[in-house]
């Protein structure tokens, strides 16, 4: 029964957790996977905490999941990877981006600011990464989001040149090489240790 | 056959072009937006956005009339509007097959209640499918173009937001070779005059027993014996939860839930020991299932928001899954008014004003989120205009009283509020948030921006010359960028003793892009007053120091701060790094 895997990317809305939802979701079916994914437009979008769950095995049912279900949580953002951490199961793998995008609450010194939140997720087992600054080594800021699922996929089941030619097809044509280098730059982070736990 | 991962939303109109769609209309809204958007991509389809969900049904019954294959898309709540042309063309019947794709919010996401399409099927007697992934999304909707010609019925599909807005491995087939259909006068059927419509009224029981007898043998109620033991009756993407969750057990899948499948239940039935029926939202196979005098396994399952896999399993008996600790006291994250929002320097004008606003769908809803909160009600589209002559009329408030209302919404259902409010010796102030665009849906031309679906041009909706038209005493445009002209403007016209209609015209800030400026808050000068904090805007935090901060990497340089600010602490400052190559 067990043979899916479920990956949960968090994030703000604007991240780009639905881009790099769509090419993790294209890798698995190239890989020849039977693939499902859901996420949530609209209204949340603007600024809001947004998910895209992306599940893939022999025959995947369900394209949502309940919390404790997910093998891989991939946190966009550090307060989301704390917001989102239930979803993942006992044993699964946690990478964190460590930026923070304060919500409007504790922008306006409604709520206070989260605090111990790298510790804490320490504790939980996060891998952690500055995909910004990677993406800016990589040439495009935007491309961070690509950054990420360069760190994802060292413990995903794909090929390198499975990713590196869906990311080709799927980004916008002047952005390929920039985002080519993303995806390296994330995963060497995390094959060569930088990022280990 | 080579099978690609493709939205609910791409599926369906994958489908439609695959039966010889010729229009597709609709109005936008989430989760049933990209149908359209990917429809008008594909070559001899005609596609429009219609003002609202009614006019969308009747160009799509035009174009059924005159012989040809029409769909027409919107979600849960626009059907509300369409349903006057939906429950008579359901007498009427239809000449080239007539397709309404509806898609259902449960949990609401983004809409304002999760009513259950389903119920609309059964009131209106039109025959429902319901896809449970992706290629269903796009075979159903084939199918319902069929089903729709051959029993003379518009057919509706149903979707949720998450057979919508998932994504699944979806066929692609060539598209059907139709038998050109064209105009044919036929008074009888098309003119529904209470003698004309008593005749059809009669003829569409006859219509819809022979829909119940295709339901019970067709392939898309479907009966999966596995454990005799317990069988469950579902439909949409309730049949994938219920696979993973009770993947032994019995299920009867349906994809056609209306008209209703008496006998095929029945059969079920007889051929497992206990029945459940697991659904979203309202009761409505339940319901049905019980009447035929099946009991039915209790489980608890909720008719409110949406289901899921472990949700079901755990009602079945399974112990709950171990799970991590959730993490205490972390702040929400509610979405928010962008960066630059024009909408943001009207809701700062009337939280000034203390305005009694009355407010509508959009994303200048938000706006009624703190710390803005400058919106009193939301209700449906167009509602603001109404309401605001409501809470004049009775006296509700001594406060300035504001309706405020999106260029697209005000062309949906606002004009005729407004002329309500004229016609009737009102002295309502209307706002009209012009942005341009239908923003919150993903920008979606409108009749106010002068833009096609398909991206061309279109006559630009003159709000000026059509609020005089109206009879509105003064029709007002501002910037609402320009903070105080807006506030000036606003306090004008609601001390007026007349009709206005106050046009707050500026692009939506993602249409535009950042400008080249950035501010940064100089930190002697700061006051620590917060009214720049006030504004919500997402660039603009307050350190514990209770001195303003701007993160430039932010902030997209509308200078609305620098406008709130008696104390000229907000300046220019250089962009955000030096990265190269800018943004991609």
């Excluded at chain 1, 307060?79 to 979803?87: F, G, S, T, V």
């Excluded at chain 2, 010889?20 to 958007?37: F, I, Q, R, W």
Aim: with cysteine; glycine share 10%; aromatic share 4%.
């Amino acid at each position: 029964m067990s043979t899916v895997t479920t990956v949960v990317l968090a994030g703000v809305g604007g991240q780009g957790t639905i881009l790099a939802g769509d090419v993790l979701a294209k890798v698995a079916v190239a890989e020849g996977f039977d693939v499902k994914l859901s996420e949530v437009h609209g209204m949340a979008q603007r600024g809001g905490s947004v998910d895209t769950i992306v599940r893939f095995g022999e025959e995947v049912f369900a394209p949502v999941i309940d919390l404790g279900v997910a093998e891989h949580l991939i946190a966009f953002e550090l307060l989301e990877a704390a917001r989102k951490i239930p979803y993942l199961a006992p044993g699964g793998r946690l990478v964190v981006n460590t930026r923070t995008i304060q919500p409007l609450p504790v922008l306006t010194g409604v709520f206070p600011p989260p605090v111990g939140l790298v510790p804490a997720l320490e504790y939980e087992g996060a891998i952690f990464l500055d995909a910004e600054a990677l993406a800016c080594e990589a040439g495009s800021p935007r491309s961070a989001n690509i950054v990420l699922m360069g760190a994802a996929s060292v413990g995903l089941p794909f090929s390198a040149e499975t990713w590196r030619s869906v990311i080709e097809r799927r980004v916008p044509a002047k952005t390929v090489e920039a985002n080519l280098r993303a995806f390296e730059l994330g995963r060497e982070a995390c094959e060569g240790g930088a990022c280990s736990s | 056959m080579s099978r690609t991962l493709t939205s609910g939303n791409e599926a369906v109109a994958r489908g439609a072009w695959e039966a010889g769609v010729a229009v597709g209309v609709g109005y936008p809204g989430t989760p049933s937006t990209e149908v359209l958007e990917n429809l008008v991509r594909y070559e001899g389809v005609r596609c429009e956005w219609a003002p609202n969900e009614k006019v969308a049904a009747e160009v799509a019954a035009g174009a059924s009339m005159a012989g040809k294959r029409a769909l027409v898309t919107m979600k849960h709540v626009g059907l509300n509007v369409a349903a006057d042309p939906l429950y008579t063309q359901a007498y009427a019947g239809v000449r080239g097959g007539l397709v309404y794709l509806v898609a259902d919010d449960p949990g609401m996401h983004s809409s304002q209640n999760e009513q259950d399409t389903r119920n609309h099927a059964a009131a209106a007697k039109v025959p429902l499918l319901e896809p449970s992934d992706s290629d269903e999304a796009r075979r159903f909707t084939r199918v319902a173009f069929e089903i729709s010609e051959k029993h003379d019925i518009p057919v509706i599909v149903r979707t949720t937001t998450r057979i919508s807005h998932g994504k699944s491995l979806t066929a692609a087939e060539d598209p059907e070779t139709l038998v050109t259909r064209s105009y044919v006068k036929e008074p009888d059927k098309w003119v529904m005059i209470p003698g004309h419509a008593r005749a059809r009224r009669r003829l569409l029981d006859g219509r819809l027993a022979g829909l119940a007898a295709y339901a019970n043998d067709c392939d898309l109620n479907r009966m999966e014996l596995r454990d005799p033991s317990l069988g469950i009756v579902c439909s949409g993407v309730v049949y994938q939860y219920v696979r993973e969750a009770l993947p032994e057990a019995s299920v009867l899948k349906l994809g056609m839930p209306y008209p209703f499948p008496s006998d095929l239940v029945l059969d079920f039935n007889s051929r497992v020991e206990r029945v459940a029926v697991i659904e979203e939202l309202d009761p409505y196979l339940t319901s049905r299932v019980k009447a035929l005098g099946v009991e039915l396994v209790e489980h608890g399952l909720p008719s409110i928001g949406e289901l899921s896999p472990r949700m079901i399993a755990e009602a079945f008996g399974e112990t709950p899954l171990d799970q991590r600790e959730a993490f205490n006291d972390l702040p929400p994250r509610p979405p928010l008014l962008c960066p630059g929002c024009p909408h943001r320097g009207v809701f700062w004008a009337l939280d000034r004003m203390k305005a009694v606003v009355t407010g509508d769908i959009g994303c200048y809803t938000l706006g009624a989120l703190p710390p803005l909160q400058a919106m009193d009600s939301c209700i449906c589209m167009g509602a603001s205009v109404g309401m605001a002559h409501g809470m004049e009329i009775a006296a509700g408030t001594d406060r300035p009283l504001v309706a405020v209302i999106g260029d697209s919404t005000f062309a949906h259902s606002g004009i005729t509020g407004l002329l309500h409010m004229v016609y009737n010796g009102g002295h309502g102030t209307v706002v009209v948030l012009d942005n341009r665009t239908t923003a919150m849906t993903g920008h979606q031309g409108n009749p106010v921006s002068g833009r096609t679906i398909a991206g061309d041009p279109a006559p630009e909706l003159d709000l000026e010359a059509l609020g005089v038209a109206l009879g509105a005493a003064t029709v007002r445009v501002v910037d609402p960028q320009d903070l105080e002209a807006t506030l000036a403007v606003l306090r004008e016209e609601t001390a007026a003793e007349h009709v206005s209609v106050v046009a707050a015209k500026a692009p939506c800030a993602l249409l535009i892009g950042p400008t080249e400026l950035r501010y940064a808050v100089d930190d002697e000068l700061c006051s620590k007053c917060g009214a720049c904090v006030r504004l919500g805007c997402p660039a603009i935090s307050k350190e514990p120091s209770g001195i303003a901060s701007i993160d430039v990497s932010v902030c997209v340089g509308c200078g609305q701060c620098v406008q709130v600010c008696r104390y000229d602490a907000i300046a220019e400052t250089g962009p955000a790094c030096d990265i190269g190559g800018g943004a991609s």
